[in-house]
C-alpha cells in the first residue's frame, strides 16, 4: 500500500519555465513533509521540507504549498535550469518518528536548454 | 570528512553469501537510518536508529536481514544468505533530532 502517491513520473520543462510536482498522502497523522533532489549515483539531497502549519515555505526557486484538507501537497521549481534536471522524491513522516520517510515513487525532471 | 560514508560503493556477491554493508553518519547527529532503492521498489525505509532507543526494525524485510549501531555512530547491515531479489542499492541518512536527513552515496549490491 503506497502512502505516498507522486505525480507525474515525468516531466520535460524548457529553461525559464516552471516545474510542478504534487503529492498526496493518506495518513492524517503525518506532519512532515520534505522534497529530495537525487542526481544520478548519488543520495538523495533534502531540498525544502514543510510542517502542516503552514500552508507555503518558499526557499529561492523552490516552493512548496500544502493543502492539508486535501492531504496534498506540491513542489513548484521557479524558472527552472538545466541543472535543475534530476529525479525529486516527496516524502512523509510521523513526528514521533521522523525519520521513517514514506517516499513517492519520484518525478524525473528534464529541464531543455 | 562532512557527510555521511558508505562503504564499499559497489559489492557483486554470489547468491546466498553474507554482506555487510557500513555506514559512517555526520559526527554527532544521534538518528541513523536505512532505505533500499530498486527500480521496481523505489526507496523503502529499512529500519531506523534513534539514540539509545530500541530500533524501529519495522522496514526489515525478512530475517535475513539486520543492523546494529556500535556506539552511536558507526552502523552495519547485514545481509544473510543473499538472493537476486537484494539486488538494489542501500542508502543510509544520518540526522539530528529535529529532523531533515543527510543520506549518504548508498552502495550498489548486486547478487549474481
Known amino acids: 500500500q503506497q502512502q505516498v502517491k507522486q505525480s507525474p513520473q515525468s516531466l520535460i520543462v524548457q529553461k525559464g519555465g516552471i516545474s510542478i510536482i504534487n503529492c498526496a498522502y493518506e495518513n492524517t497523522a503525518f506532519d512532515y513533509f520534505p522534497w529530495y533532489q537525487q542526481f544520478p549515483g548519488k543520495g538523495p539531497a533534502l531540498l525544502i521540507a514543510i510542517r502542516p502549519d503552514v500552508s507555503e515555505k518558499k526557499e529561492g526557486r523552490f516552493t512548496i504549498s500544502f493543502n492539508k484538507s486535501a492531504k496534498q501537497f506540491s513542489l513548484h521549481i521557479m524558472d527552472s535550469q538545466p541543472g535543475d534536471s534530476a529525479t525529486y522524491f516527496c516524502a512523509a513522516s510521523k513526528a514521533d518518528s521522523w525519520g521513517k520517510l514514506q517516499f513517492g515513487a519520484g518525478t524525473q525532471v528534464v529541464v531543455t536548454p | 570528512g562532512a557527510g555521511v560514508s558508505q562503504s564499499p560503493s559497489n559489492k557483486v556477491t554470489e547468491k546466498g553469501k553474507d554482506v555487510e554493508l557500513r555506514c559512517d553518519p555526520i559526527?554527532?547527529?544521534?538518528?541513523l537510518y536505512w532505505y533500499r532503492q530498486s527500480l521496481g521498489q523505489g526507496l523503502e525505509f529499512l529500519i531506523y536508529?534513534?539514540?539509545?532507543?530500541?530500533?524501529?526494525k519495522s522496514g526489515l524485510p525478512s530475517d535475513r536481514f539486520s543492523a546494529e549501531r556500535t556506539g552511536g555512530s558507526v552502523s552495519t547491515l547485514t545481509i544473510q544468505r543473499t538472493q537476486q531479489e537484494d539486488s538494489a542499492v542501500y542508502l543510509c541518512a544520518s540526522s539530528t533530532r529535529t529532523g531533515g536527513g543527510t543520506f549518504g552515496s548508498g552502495t550498489r549490491l548486486t547478487v549474481v
Open positions: 536508529f534513534q539514540g539509545n532507543s530500541a530500533p524501529d
Open positions: 559526527s554527532g547527529h544521534t538518528a
